[in-house]
């Protein structure tokens, strides 16, 4: 099992920073991809920002220019740094990864999630 934590969530006036933290833990082997999604009341999830190759990561196009998603492999954390918040970007943010671990060469973990609230 792998386990993802989030943290840094919170209430922001809008224009306001957050960083987002997730830390995966348990038994794995590797964490092949990471990102974050979120999901507002009464609308469907959606991704956020995601890495897509060593070198390559997707944001949302609501996001880009304001959210940056970062990696510290040997911490086994993702990070979203959240600027210029606005209030549609309140929801709760939920962490994703792919891992490596025995008996699963490549499964989805999610957090379980952090609640945004960005007030105008």
């Known amino acids: 099992q792998v386990q993802l934590v989030e943290s840094g969530g919170g209430l922001v006036q809008a224009g306001g920073s957050l960083n987002l933290s997730c830390v995966a833990s348990?038994?794995?082997?590797?964490?092949?991809?990471m990102g974050w999604y979120r999901q507002a009341p009464g609308k469907q999830r959606e991704l956020v920002a995601a890495t897509e190759t060593s070198s390559s990561t997707k944001y949302a196009d609501s996001v880009k220019g304001r959210f940056t998603l970062s990696r510290v492999n040997a911490k086994n954390t993702l990070y979203l740094q959240m600027n210029n918040l606005k209030p549609d970007d309140t929801a709760v943010y939920y962490c994703q990864a792919r891992a490596t671990t025995l008996g699963r060469p490549d499964w989805s973990y999610w957090g379980q999630g952090t609640q945004v609230t960005v007030s105008s």
């Open positions: 348990g038994s794995l082997f590797r964490l092949n991809a």
